[in-house]
């Protein structure tokens, strides 16, 4: 094992932000993504009918049952005239959705029953029912679970790679091969994910405390 | 507060048929002689359980009227069927001869109304609870003014002039601003009058309105009931454990045990000489 290069550090840096601005992104906008896919399938796994509540429970089974390393591939083979970065952002906000859609269910399941029927009592249509009385709350009640999700996507973008979508650690990867410092990209690359996070989960604690009363 | 003329007005249409009721209501019925509410050998079971049995009873325009009763006799079951909460298995409700929950068949049967008509049912009604459920993410104001903006399709300014009315009416014009966790349990339940008032309500249901709150509390809202009942044309059904209440403010208790009426009069009636052996028991538990 030779010496730590030092060197290596400071040149890769450049290229590793370059590609950090990339998972930044996509981390943003597959969060949004997920956050309204899965409000919307929360929703409608609501619904009264079943035609709408049984497809909508076998697609996100299926999302939740495959690898994201193999819907990202899947996606990529389908799609192949769409841009890498595009078909990333949708998949990992498709493959989250599955999941924050749960959190969210458990956020309306938290809604007192009393809620529902004083909008009942009022006469309260349905969409004022569910935008004005029960979504604020509910999603109040889960702001800290999603934001955990959103760091957790965050650390799943170096799956993008696979797909070809320069993030962070494609470059790490492409450096690392072309000088043989994998050592140094890699712990730099680990570094960064960390300043980022650390600081975003600790937020959230925060969030967490006083959303809980 | 309690003795200035209350901002309410009394009823627009002292003649029966308001807006949105149904076509098909019952003409024969008339205006006249058919009760405001008329439950018609009303049933209501969960599963095997029968809460109410082939219940009948009726309440006249403007009356107040109070159900007591021990826990689990049906009396809030009964405010839940005609807020529209429950569904009855049996049995038809009328309210100003329409069907409450039902709808006539092209053939003249009786069906269940599915939720839309509901909803047009319901807006005659209102209905305050026992834990309030006041909306903790409007201020006071909005819990106001949100079911008259968005179901009676008020101006914003018009339903929040009304707001602050009856915030006065029920004494919390400080409290405009503030959020229901800001408020007393006693405060909350105030809020939750105006909000159901706020809906110009032909009948007001009242379940159990003082019994989540702190004793001190009581007396205050019970007022301001009292207020309501005798400075408006509101017709009410109360189910509540307050006897004087129910003295002070009803023409006709109802007695429950059950699921049936045990028997029904005046409250002077039926507080100093129960005619049944089981009111006079209750009575005597209770009072």
Known sequence: MNGFDWGAVGESLPLLLEGFKVTLLATVLGTLVAAVLGLAVAVAGRAPSRFVTVPVRVVTEFVRSTPLLVQLVGAAALFNTVEPLYIGITVLGIHYAAYTSEVYRAGIDGVPKGQWEACRALSLPPLRTWQAVILPQAVRNVLPALGNYAISMFKETPFLAVITVQEMVFEARKYGAEQFAYTEVFTLAGLIFLVASYPTSLLMRKLEKRLGH | ?287
Not at chain 2, 127 to 134: D, K, T
Not at chain 2, 189 to 208: S, Y
Request: proline share 6%; net charge negative; aromatic share 4%.
């Open chain 2, 1 to 287: 507060m309690a003795t200035e003329p209350l901002p309410l007005q009394k009823t627009e249409s002292a003649d029966p048929g308001p807006a949105g009721a149904p076509e098909d209501a019952v003409p024969a019925a008339g205006s006249t002689g058919e009760p405001l509410v008329r439950f018609d050998k009303v049933v209501k079971r969960y599963g095997d359980h029968v809460v109410l049995d082939q219940l009948d009873f009726t309440v006249d325009r403007g009356e107040h009227v109070t159900l007591i009763g021990p826990s689990g006799s049906g009396k809030t079951t009964i405010l839940r069927l005609l807020m529209t909460l429950e569904k009855v298995s049996d049995g038809v409700i009328w309210v100003n001869g329409s069907p409450l929950s039902h709808v006539r068949t092209p053939g003249g049967a009786l069906k269940p109304a599915g939720e839309k008509q509901l909803r047009e049912s319901r807006k005659k009604i209102g209905m305050v609870f026992q834990q309030f459920n006041l909306f903790p993410n409007m201020k006071v104001l909005q819990n106001i003014t949100e079911a008259p903006i968005s179901v009676l399709g008020k101006d914003r300014e018009v339903a929040e002039v009304r707001a602050r009315e009856l915030l006065e009416l029920v004494g919390l014009s400080d409290k405009v601003d503030a959020h229901p966790s800001q408020l007393s349990g006693g405060q909350q339940q105030r809020v939750a009058i105006a909000r159901a008032l706020a809906m110009e309500p032909e009948i007001l249901l009242l379940d159990e309105v003082t019994s989540a709150l702190d004793p001190e509390l009581v007396a205050g809202v019970l007022e301001l009931l009292g207020d309501i009942a005798r400075n408006t044309d509101i017709t009410m059904v109360c189910v509540t454990h307050e006897m004087n209440f129910a003295r002070d403010v009803s023409e006709k208790v109802l007695m429950f045990d059950a699921g049936r009426v045990v028997e029904s009069g005046t409250p002077e009636k039926i507080f100093s000489d129960p005619s049944h052996e089981r009111t006079r028991e209750f009575l005597n538990a209770v009072l």
